[in-house]
Each structure stands twice: as structure tokens, then as C-alpha cells.
């Protein structure tokens, strides 16, 4: 194995380990939203210093190896996917970290009963669930499981399309609870966006394995 | 459209047995910079060689197939010609060194018996001199000796006396690994400048080379003509596996 192939395949581990505590992440932020757990919320925030620290990291280690060893070809793609996922899993790290912040901020535990037309929870879980796909895509080098992550991104959209009018109707059936459903459909709107940068990280493992970009092409699916 | 400068039609050159060059077929078009890369004893030097003629000037060394310049095959064409029309720049800066920066110049006319008004040849070194940005640093030393110069202006002095000649086509084999990092940058920088007005071929170790200078790649292995394609594609995206292998050092 050559150096760069070292320093690759140490990256890779390195992604991995994001990876997992960003998943860690959004898991205890759905916790910590079912049960109202504060303390829970409140270290998630605090994690999220974690995550930076490994998006940093990651940055200047797949800086060194640009200026180190010049790779090309799959090497070089590689690195340039791995760039962009970095930027995505942060933003997921964000993501659970506004989640979190919104259950220390709610001034009381709000009834998820309320809200279940809205499908808060399963979109929490689906998101999570093809967060953890798009990880095994990027571990296993399957372009074909990438692929299905464009299929699943939909079904958020769709929860996410139909949000306001449900939490609109909770809203009508209950002026109590606006406050609530402000922050349900905060939340939507962030999980929404969880499914759009495992979308985005898709297409980078495509670009790395395949070499084919798929960035703003309506066709993918 | 680009047009095609030079092809080679089943190209295939040996030293007595030993068949190096293997049925390489290749398009290559005017005013591009070509990289040919690969492994060492791969045949792209025995192929460059070969495209002005060069290769059969070794003792046993035979070659079949074409090479066509503009059409016309360079091996019905007299050799001095062919080597008027396509020059070569070597990996050691080889100016002669009993002559002066001036005479090293037209030394292309002097040796082919053709002779020059005093005018015309004091044209010919400044406009060589100045197409590969040596002219301001000689022109008051002309009549110094070539080997005074340094190792990056003797490479590029040699580059000058070839393109005095006005060739077509300019053949390097690893024209700057006898270089420092500030000399071959000068070099490379004047490759493209050069492609303007001539077509270059050059072989090179170095991959980054390869890379920053030229518009299409050509990787050779064991004599063979495995991938060529514009460098960009090469090497972001190569199509067979031995060219990935042999561009991210995983070539065993």
C-alpha cells in the first residue's frame, strides 16, 4: 500500500467517525424531543463542538494530502467528495443542534399527540434511517444504495410539503397550541434539509466511485 | 476543427528481436501539447524517436507501420528532411559547446550547408531567441559561448536552435528532469507559449508535468498504447484501470 493510499484510507476513517457522532447526534436530539430529556438536548449542543472539530480536521487533512501528494483520478475525487460531505455532516451536526436548542428553549413539554398527523416522528426516523444509509453507501463504495437515498429524500419533501396545512389544522382545533407547532414545523422544516444533504452526499459518493456528476440534474432518479 | 499534424498507422519499432513498440495507433492534432508517460522501458521514448525518424538510426533497431506528417509518410520522406520538419529537444541541455550562443542558434542551417545572408541569420537567432524568452537575457552576450549559460537557458537555447529551423512539430524526451524547479517552471511556461505556433510532443516521468502542460495524454505500457485522451479526462477520470493505477502510484 502506497503512503497516499494510508493517508486515504485514513480519511476515510476519519469520515466514519463523523459520520457515527453526527448520527449520535441527530438519535439523542429525537430523544431529546420525544421525552422533553433537556439534559439530554443540552449535551448534544454541547457535541456539536465535536463536530466542528472534526469538520476542521477533516479540511486540513485533505488540505496536506492536495499539497503533499497531488493526487489524481480516484484519489483526487475522493478528496473532493470528502470535502463536500465534511461540509454536509456538519450541517446535519447544526441541524441536531437547532433541534436540541429548541427543546432547552420550549417553555413546556409540548403533546406530540397533536401533532402526529404531521409525521414528525417518522420523518425523524427516516431521516436518521437514510443518514445511516448514505454512511453504509459511502463505507461499502455502493453507488446502488447512494442511488435509492434520491428515492427516500422525496418521502421527506412530501411530509415536509404537507406540514403547514396539518400543523394549520392543530392550530384551528387548538389556539394553545401555536406556540408548539411553531417549533413542529421547525423542526420539519430541519429534518427537510437533513434529507437534502444526504441527497447531496449521495451524489458525492456517485462522483467519487463513478466520476459522474449528478449535482442539479432533475433526471438522477 | 482541429486538424490532424501527425498519426501514426500500426507504428510498430523493435531492436533486433525485441518489439518495443506495439501497433500504436495515434492521432495527433496541430498546435496541442502532448504528454506521452509510463513506466520506464514502456517505448515511449523508442516511439518519439521514431516519429522523426530517429529510432532507426541505432545499430539493429527496425520499425514498421507509418508515421505521417500532414499525410505524408516520414518513411518515404529523406530523414534530414523529416528532421527539419520535426525537431528534437533532448533531457541534457546538449548545446555545442565550442560554439557561441549565436552560431548554436543557426547551427541547424550551418550543418545542412545552407547559407544565410549575415541579415537573415541575425533574424533568425533573435526571433528564435525571443520565441523561447531568451533573447533578453543573451542579447549582448551573443557571442559567448553556449555552455556559459545556465542549465534552464542552455535547455532553452536548445529549444531555440531547433525551432530556428522552423519545424512543424517539436519533439521533447523528458526535456527538464536535468533541471532545477525555477528552470523547468520556464520551460513549461514556455511550452505554451510555443504551442501557438508549433505542435509539441514531449515525454515525461514527471505526472504533474504532464499534467499542467499538456491538452491530451498518452500512456504506454510494455510497448502498447494503453489510453489516449485529453488530459483533463485522464486524470480526473482515466478509462483503464492500468492508467489509474500507473497515474496513482499503485502500479506494480
Known sequence: MTQLENEIKDIKAEVLSMWYLVESQMKKARTAMLHFDRDLAREVVLKERRVNAFELKLDRDCENIFALYCPVAVDLRFLLAVLKINNNLERIGDIAEGIAKYIIESLSDFDHASFMETELIRMFDDSISILADTRL??????????????????????????????????????????????????IIRKL???GDQSKNIAEEIIFYIEAKVLKHNEDIN | MESTIVKSVNYNAYFGDNHVVKDVNIDIPRNNVIAVMGPSGCGKTTFLRGINRMHELIPGATAKGKI??????????????????????????????????????????????????????????????????????????????????SGGQQQRLCIARAVAMEPEVLLFDEPTSALDPISTSTVEELFHELKKNYTLIIVTHNMQQAARVSDKTAFFYMGELVEYDDTKQMFTNPKDTRTQNYITGRFS
Not at chain 2, 526571433?127 to 524568452?133: E, G, P
Request: hydrophobic share 40%.
Open chain 1, 137 to 186: 453507501a459511502f463505507e461499502k463504495e455502493d453507488t446502488i444504495l447512494a442511488r435509492s437515498i434520491f428515492k427516500r429524500d422525496e418521502v421527506l419533501d412530501r411530509i415536509n410539503a404537507n406540514a403547514i396545512s396539518k400543523v394549520t389544522e392543530c392550530i384551528k382545533s387548538d389556539m394553545n397550541l401555536i406556540n408548539d407547532a411553531l417549533y413542529v414545523l421547525s
Open chain 1, 192 to 194: 427537510e434539509r437533513v
Open chain 2, 68 to 149: 505521417l506528417l500532414n499525410t505524408e509518410d516520414v518513411m518515404e520522406m529523406h530523414p534530414i528532411f523529416v528532421r527539419l520538419k520535426i525537431g528534437m529537444v533532448f533531457q541534457r541541455p546538449n548545446p555545442f559547446p565550442n560554439l557561441s550562443i549565436y552560431d548554436n542558434v543557426i547551427a541547424g542551417y550551418k550543418l545542412n550547408g545552407i547559407k544565410l545572408p549575415k541579415a537573415e541569420k541575425d533574424k533568425i537567432v533573435e526571433h528564435s531567441l525571443t520565441r523561447v524568452a531568451l533573447w533578453k537575457e543573451v542579447k549582448d552576450s551573443l557571442t559567448k559561448k553556449g555552455s556559459f549559460l
